[in-house]
């Protein structure tokens, strides 16, 4: 009889070990922030890091709104700037920058900024350093936040791994992003954290395919540790690297690319676009959105992301993914009309001579697949579009859109009982 106690004892224990093993997860580290007690319940959020990558010219203006709707939520998020600043009573931004070589940051131009702002705190900050700047093929050289910023990239890997070592997935956003969470962890979850993985909207530049760094990006651990690694066998050479060009998202896709991590690419799901500005109905890269969850957007300004926070409270208790059908319906759809005066829709197209706003639509009526126009009053010249924008106020344009063809073309690509997938 003891020998079987022994047995049954024996059994019964191997048995608690394997239910532990197959049943309890590896306990995460404390979270980085707490969050009110209103917040749904993710466990797979213990093992994220979300980083908002800012700067001085633009965190105190464009943060605090996703401290309140993006971030609310997220219990391990972390602010990478360069300059520490205070941006509620619970979180302050991380010098990103700190780790870079003296020389590099005392002797650079891109750093003038930079010294200024560390020796006298934002006061130190000129009308030229606001300057926003238009966005051209290279950027933004004329600004001296975004030239500062391309710094960022790569040392913000070993800042996230430092912060928190056991995160699975890194996820990396801009002040003017938007992130979708419900979505963005059905998305993971169909994914393997063991897996070197980098994920994002797929750009190019020469011959090298990047994630770009404003639709936002996500690294598993094992992708972040290999990069970092790299890194550190030629500090100096990747400096020198990140000097010579413009764009700091590339440069971040060639350190993977070099320890051969390719980019998973990650559209339509990741956008570049606001949601004004997107196109539902169109194939890019053989895919439509229509079905495809919304992961992200970018470009978005404070009223943007305070809309895109409303959508997902009306859409709480929807079934399933939010895709984009349900953003254009909720977002889009509502903010076109026949005529709007005063207001530029964005339209681009070839340039026509008419006599009035009627005549401009009839040539619009006359084009098979044509979806919006433009009428501009002081040229006499229309403009037509086979895609569709919101656009914003313009004195002296009117804009129009066909609604009974974009309603029928919504109507035509269903209600998404197929969700798509990346």
Known sequence: MPRLRRLLFGSLLALCLLYTLYHHRTPSSPPLQAIPPDCPSHPDLSDILVILKTGVTESRDKVPIHLTTTLRCIPNHALFSDYIEPLSPSISTHDVLASLSPALIATHPDFDLYRRVQAHGPTALTPADLNPDINTPIGKPNNPGWKLDKWKFLPMLDEALALKPDAKWYVFMEADTYILWDNLLAWLRRLNPKDAIYLGNQMQIVDAIFAHG????????????????????????????????????????????????????????????????????????????????????????????????????????????????????????????????????????????????????????????????????????????????VGHPQPGLSAGWMMDRIDAMADSLGECDEISWI
């Open 214 to 389: 404003g639709s936002g990006f996500i690294l598993s651990r094992p992708a972040v540790v290999k990069a970092v690694e790299h890194r550190k066998r030629s500090r100096d050479g990747w400096e020198r690297a990140v000097g010579e060009h413009w764009a700091g998202d590339c440069m971040l896709g060639i350190l993977l690319q070099d320890v051969g991590i390719e980019l998973t690419w990650g559209w339509p799901m990741l956008q570049i676009a606001p949601p004004g500005e997107m196109d539902y109905f169109d194939l890019g890269y053989e895919r439509r959105p229509w079905c495809y969850p919304a992961v992200s957007f970018h470009h978005l300004d404070g009223d943007g992301i305070r809309e895109l926070d409303a959508m997902e409270r009306t859409l709480k208790g929807k079934k399933g993914p939010v895709v984009y059908r349900d953003v254009f319906l909720n977002v889009m759809r509502p903010q076109l009309r026949d005529v709007r005066t005063d207001w530029d829709n964005l339209v681009e197209g070839e340039a026509v001579s008419v006599t009035s706003f009627a005549a401009c639509r009839g040539v619009c009526s006359r084009e098979a697949l044509c979806l919006q126009y433009a009428y501009n009053e002081t040229t006499s010249e229309c403009r037509t579009s086979t895609a569709l924008a």
